[in-house]
DNA sequence: TACACTGTACTATATCACTAATACACCTTT
DNA sequence: AAAGGTGTATTAGTGATATAGTACAGTGTA
């Protein structure tokens, strides 16, 4: 089992553990309708309490990421495509982010994009696939 | 003035300043070397508690992102290059969550990279220069 | 010096987030 | 029905957050 939590780190330990099952979901280390371990089972192993696994299922099940039933179990929903607006605006969102980090970090412009394009490559087979083009080997 | 907190958010209020203020100095609303408002008077504006802000401020400095001092008040701070090795390491967890972002979002590779080049224009004048470095700040 | 500004420290208080312990509700299998 | 698995509600304790009020410390200026 992949997962890490620590109660000292000051973020929150069900936040912790959100981000690292987003993380194992995009990754593919998580698989669509697999069966996620049992709130009882995850909190054992991490030694943390079930409400605390559980609130990270149900805050998963709300941004539609788990699927959870009573007496059945918690499993990776389909990834489903939302709004093409809200899709638009939250992307434009993290984009900024990722420029003011940039900027932050005094990270100049060439650097930014030497490795943006390093890092989509590696996750271009896990992105969803576009509308037709697939055109392999272009890089410069 | 254009900062504007919500105590009803569930984000606490010295964060959602602290964005506020990182995202202005990114942007260049604010200025390196300029002074900020003193804590009473930014207090004042935002109907929140002085020492609230001082806690936003106090935080900023030691993020290296402020300046400030008894008497003479808080400034933006001229932004500093840290460790290569750090720096490296910062950027690609930016770019993995942003990845893991687009994944969540279903947005595409193509989309992505569209909207990364074209955010990286509107901010390739605000970003670190690479190899020569110019600096025109002579006016005022 | 006296004053007006700056940030900071210190209580005290109220509220909420986080976590934990316990008990409950639901589903499947025997 | 019983048993053993699942998630969830309830309650409570602890700590973070925000507020208010007061006092202190440093700087610049009249």
Chains 1, 2 share one sequence.
Do not use: C
Request: charge should be positive; glycine fraction near 6%.
């Amino acid at each position: 089992m992949w997962y890490y939590v620590d109660p000292q780190s000051g973020v929150p330990i069900y936040v912790q553990l959100k981000e690292q099952i987003k993380k194992a979901i995009a990754t593919g280390l998580l698989t669509e309708g697999e069966q996620m371990p049992s709130v009882r089972e995850l909190a054992l192993q991490l030694t943390i309490n079930p409400n605390t696994v559980s609130k990270a299922y149900q805050e998963l099940e709300r941004e539609r990421i788990l699927q959870t039933a009573r007496g059945l179990g918690s499993f990776v929903a389909k990834r489903r495509k939302g709004n093409e607006q809200e899709q638009k605006i939250a992307l434009d969102k993290a984009l900024e982010k990722l420029m003011i980090e940039a900027y932050q970090l005094s990270v100049d412009a060439d650097t930014l994009h030497n490795g943006f394009i390093d890092k989509l490559a590696a996750w271009k087979d896990r992105l969803v696939k576009g509308a037709k083009n697939n055109d392999p080997g272009n890089r410069t």
